[in-house]
């Protein structure tokens, strides 16, 4: 019963870090103006097999992938150089953006 207890604060714990990472604020009107070099890959409605659709996907997950490629947690030659030069608010705007546009997810198959 002890364990239990001590698991449930430290679940609780948990989550309230997690929350404390939330994605920052993002601003749609500014993420579309900075999405401009992304739509030749990310165009909602496009359908090419090579990139994914990231319309309407949720601003956090966009968010935490940007930081990813950013910190080259994850790795991708084009994507890597398209979120060099970005900032923490940059990457917060387009994902906000992103996921406020309407269309179907897809993920690349490799
Ligand atoms: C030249 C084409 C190209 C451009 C331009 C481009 N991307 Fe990408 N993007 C890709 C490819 C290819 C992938 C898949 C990479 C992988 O497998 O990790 C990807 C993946 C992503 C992902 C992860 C999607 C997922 O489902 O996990 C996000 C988010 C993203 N791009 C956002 C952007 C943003 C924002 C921009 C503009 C700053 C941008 N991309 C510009 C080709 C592009």
Redesign the pocket.
């Known amino acids: 019963m002890r364990t239990l207890l001590c698991m449930l604060v430290l679940g609780a714990s948990l989550g309230l870090s997690t929350q404390a990472a939330a994605i920052p604020p993002g601003d749609a009107e500014a993420g579309e103006s900075k999405?401009e070099?992304?739509m030749?890959?990310?165009a909602p409605g496009l359908d090419n097999p090579?990139?994914?659709r990231?319309s309407g996907?949720h601003a956090g997950y966009?968010y935490y992938?940007?930081r990813a490629y950013a910190s080259g947690d994850?790795q991708?030659p084009?994507?890597s150089g398209?979120?060099s030069g970005?900032s923490d608010r940059d990457m917060a705007d387009?994902a906000t953006y992103?996921s406020t546009l309407d269309g179907e997810l897809s993920?690349?198959s490799r």
Do not use: E, G, N, Y
Request: proline letters at 8%; one cysteine or more.
């Open positions: 999405a070099p992304c030749a890959c990310h090579a990139f994914p990231i996907q966009l992938s940007l994850r991708d084009v994507m398209q979120v970005l387009l992103f993920t690349v």
